[in-house]
């Protein structure tokens, strides 16, 4: 087999590594939770030098998702730009998924806030000289409560709507009827008697809109997205999830409903920036036909762009009646989450799930190979958290993602912090002490600012435990580019190993798979073939561990029989070598080394030709 250098031609596989600039430059340490942005800071723009950015593309990757860039609800105040209620905010500096203007950026992260957009265009073109290509947020279900924009006011949500229709084709919004639930005006808010509270919005005391997440009240929860306003893509879903009366892919901008028209609109305003690809925030709970006919509009402007899918299946708001990630990439997503194999991973230490559990999901059809997967994001906890994940640390990162990097051919994402065990220990704000690194807060995060180290992002105030982690993600995102990972295909070992003693069994279990996961990579055209086998266990060293390969698996790597196997570790600095017999593959198996707590191997497979 060829060395990792010799496979330069492979495509590039897209390696995102997601960011929020409100945190990824802000060294202030005071960390007041709730407190303003005086008190604690926020990162800029500016704060992505050349010197961040190019060591982002050196660790591996190919994107950034600037996570949150557009203008939202705030409670902070700029000339012209009043501070948002505090009713209609979670958090003080707001989320970022309550857009108050589609066509503008967050003034918070401009050093000159009025020259803010200009700001944003230069952070674009470092981010190309650093060879990153640039991905930002579409959110296109929902919108801030006090979503207007000064930018294209003419394209502003809301305006010429008709207020006493529930539903009308061609309004922004779903508009509250006083018979709906909540007890009729005016909009009341779970946020009365909280500072600065009053729990009512002045613009809806009369007219009343349908909350984010599908919610017909006057009264939204506190678990609801009360503060946003669910958006409307000409069909009423409370007549269900049949579509099929909106129109095609091909149809004539002047045909289709007036909010396909203006998210169109932003889609290829921010295209004209050179934003080269949109993370779409819940994308099942828009209507297919409208994936349909935007992707490919978007795709006729910019045929490289990319999509990628926030979706979930087992929502009961999804818009269709079959598998929704299948259908948004029969819509032209280039890829969808992978939840699943996400939620699979962290259940082996929270919920008693085995790696053997990963294995149905591995039967996906196009999906497995076009999916999205990451061990952190900012919804999700962090891996290093002591309340979850079993509390074991960073090290978990290192097995989980070896699997989900190398299981499949679609992207991969890394969220800052990460590869260095950033753990978002305490309270910070509107979330409190969740586990995860706040989205509603100024804020700093304490371990990834060691590795900003002032503005110099050289790592000069980690550990020696967090430098090696970061270089290990490095090692493992370069590996996972080659063909075997890119565009190879994947073959699953736990099932022929089940009945393998040697296959990681700790005492007391009767079948094997619950700590060790192994599978096969192998890539026809080049013929380069990977083993990869990773031990979740966070105390046990797997000693004596063998990986039988049966007989189909040796036919599905096109293997003789006849010769033997090297396989060379690409994953560790200086890594193991070894050998097997070919004729003892599938009977005795591949003795492995000593496989360390949260390790994993990438064994590159040599002869057998």
């Given at each position: 087999m060829s060395s990792i250098s010799a496979h330069a031609a492979a495509p590039e596989r897209p390696a995102i590594y997601q960011l929020m600039v409100r945190t990824f430059g802000n060294t202030n340490e005071t960390r007041k939770p709730g407190g303003t942005l005086a008190e604690n800071g926020c990162g800029k723009f500016n704060d992505l030098t050349p010197a961040a950015l190019d060591s982002i593309r050196g660790l591996g990757f190919t994107h950034v998702w600037l996570t949150g860039v557009l203008e939202q609800a705030s409670g902070t105040a700029y000339p012209g730009r009043p501070a948002d209620p505090a009713d209609i905010l979670k958090g003080v500096a707001g989320s970022p998924y309550a857009i108050r203007d589609y066509f503008d950026v967050c003034p918070d992260y401009a050093t000159d806030p009025a020259k803010r957009l200009d700001e944003f265009r230069a952070l674009l073109g470092r981010c190309g000289k650093s060879g990153l290509k640039v991905i930002i947020d579409f959110v296109p279900n929902h919108v801030a409560r006090s979503y207007a924009s000064d930018v294209r006011p003419q394209l502003s949500f809301g305006a010429g709507d008709d207020v006493s229709a529930f539903f009308a084709r061609d309004n922004h919004f779903y508009y509250l009827r006083a018979s709906d639930p909540g007890g009729g005006p005016p909009l009341r808010l779970p946020t009365a008697g909280k500072p600065g509270c009053t729990g009512l919005f002045e613009p809806e005391r009369e007219h009343g809109r349908v909350t984010g997440n599908n919610v017909i009240s006057w009264a939204p929860g506190e678990g609801d997205w009360y503060e946003t306003v669910k958006l409307n893509y000409g069909h009423d879903f409370t007549k269900g999830r049949d579509t099929s009366h909106l129109p095609g892919p091909g149809a004539p901008p002047e045909s289709v409903p007036k909010t396909w028209r203006t998210m169109d609109a932003i889609l290829a305003y921010w295209q004209g920036f050179g934003v080269e690809g949109f993370r779409v925030d819940m994308a099942h709970m828009v209507p297919m036909p409208f994936w349909h006919w935007a992707v490919k509009r978007a795709r006729s402007r910019q045929p490289g762009v990319l999509f990628c899918a926030e979706a979930y299946d087992n929502d009961p708001a999804k818009l269709t009646d079959g598998h929704v990630l299948d259908e948004l990439l029969k819509a032209g997503f280039d890829a969808?989450?992978?939840?699943?194999?996400?939620?699979?991973?962290?259940?082996?230490?929270?919920?008693?799930?085995?790696?053997?559990?990963?294995?149905?999901?591995?039967?996906?059809?196009?999906?497995?190979?076009?999916?999205?997967?990451?061990?952190?994001?900012?919804?999700?906890?962090?891996?290093?958290?002591?309340?979850?994940?079993?509390?074991?640390?960073?090290?978990?990162?290192?097995?989980?993602?070896?699997?989900?990097?190398?299981?499949?051919?679609?992207?991969?994402?890394?969220?800052?912090?990460?590869?260095?065990?950033?753990?978002?220990a305490g309270a910070e704000g509107f979330g409190g002490d969740d586990a995860?690194?706040?989205?509603?807060?100024?804020?700093?995060?304490?371990?990834?600012?060691?590795?900003?180290?002032?503005?110099?992002?050289?790592?000069?105030?980690?550990?020696?435990?967090?430098?090696?982690?970061?270089?290990w993600y490095g090692r493992l995102l370069h590996?996972?580019?080659?063909?075997?990972?890119?565009?190879?295909?994947?073959?699953?070992?736990?099932?022929?190993?089940?009945?393998?003693?040697?296959?990681?069994?700790?005492?007391?279990?009767?079948?094997?798979g619950h700590w060790l996961y192994a599978f096969l990579r192998h890539d026809a055209a080049s013929g380069q073939s990977y083993l990869v086998v990773a031990n979740f266990h966070p105390e046990h060293t797997l000693r004596g561990t063998t990986v039988r390969i049966p007989d189909h698996a040796r036919k599905f790597l096109g293997l003789s029989v006849a010769t033997a196997w090297t396989l060379t570790d690409k994953l560790a600095a200086g890594g193991w070598s070894g050998s097997a017999g070919a004729e003892t593959l599938e009977s005795k198996g591949i003795a492995l080394p000593d496989l360390p707590p949260c390790s994993a191997l990438l064994l590159e497979i040599s002869g057998g030709r």
């Open positions: 969808v989450y992978d939840d699943p194999s996400y939620d699979v991973l962290e259940g082996i230490y929270d919920a008693g799930k085995w790696a053997n559990d990963l294995d149905p999901l591995t039967f996906t059809g196009e999906r497995f190979h076009r999916s999205l997967r990451y061990a952190e994001n900012h919804d999700e906890v962090r891996i290093a958290s002591p309340k979850v994940w079993g509390g074991h640390g960073m090290k978990l990162g290192r097995p989980v993602s070896a699997v989900l990097f190398a299981m499949g051919r679609g992207p991969v994402m890394l969220y800052h912090g990460q590869e260095v065990g950033e753990p978002a995860r690194t706040s989205i509603f807060d100024y804020w700093c995060m304490p371990e990834f600012a060691k590795w900003v180290n002032g503005g110099k992002f050289d790592g000069g105030k980690l550990s020696d435990e967090q430098r090696k982690l970061r270089e590996a996972v580019r080659q063909p075997a990972f890119g565009r190879g295909e994947f073959y699953g070992l736990n099932h022929s190993n089940k009945e393998n003693p040697a296959f990681g069994r700790l005492d007391g279990e009767t079948v094997s």
